[in-house]
DNA sequence: GAAACCGGTTACTTCAACGGAACCGGCGCC
DNA sequence: GGCGCCGGTTCCGTTGAAGTAACCGGTTTC
């Protein structure tokens, strides 16, 4: 799975814990880290470990296949940790790495370019005649 | 024409006046602005405008098709101006926009990111094993 | 014994981005 | 008159990211 967009438009909208609303325009925003899900998915460990389960509540709309494929490519790339609890029940937690929390400058960054443009983004956009 | 990914290693590789490597390794980055191209038309009309053929000759690699998308695209946005001017021959030229300009700083961010952190990416996906 | 939860997997489909190749009209040039 | 440049357009094909739906084994709970 190679690394593709992640809407930073919906994060831009969200407060801590995220929550994230899959009606946002997500194909309008020019700046994309990752996948569509892994700047928000970053957003989630931001403030600790989570488990798989505990990712699919605050990402709302993605499904179980498409939040293994984003995990599994961070995990490859090295943005996040897999660490399964030898417990019972067993248990499965996510974490950011160095690595990985390195790109939250960057997505505060393009969230704030988010909040102060894209309203002129899409101004332009409805306006547009070819 | 929806906006995706840009590749901001190559900008990372390249100096002013920009001149892009085509087998730079492009789906590495996981930081991306626009569509495949568009960080790199940022850079190059940085500088000032330019026509259509400038714009090819550094984008080493991009159809007149994907180039005029691009474009197109990012007129629509907002991002430059398209002006015809109307002399013998007629000349195309494109610009920035503010609104276009308002990216620098957030293409650079990515840059210094990529400069900083990508090895490490790159290093945990040799290495990764499922 | 049945139901639900956890952390997924599998098969199938859709759609946009991107690229290759060919072609175009209008103009200047030799 | 033929060639080439400029700024594209058109057709076709490939790729891969993302979504839908169904299913899975093991475990806890009722």
Redesign the interface.
Known sequence: M????VNLVRMAESVAPPEFDPRCPS????????GKW?GMVVRCLQSGPRRFTELREPLRGVTPKVLTETL?AM?????VTRTVHDENPPRVEYALTP?GR??V??ID??RA?SE??LP??L???ET?E?
């Not at 190679?2 to 967009?5: D, E, G, H, I, S």
């Not at 194909?27 to 990752?34: F, H, Y």
């Not at 995990?75 to 943005?79: S, V």
């Open positions: 190679p690394l593709r967009a194909s309008d925003m020019p700046v994309q880290i990752g892994t599994r995990e490859r790339d090295g943005l690595l390195s790109l400058p960057l960054a393009a370019w102060e443009h002129d983004l101004r332009a956009r547009y070819p």
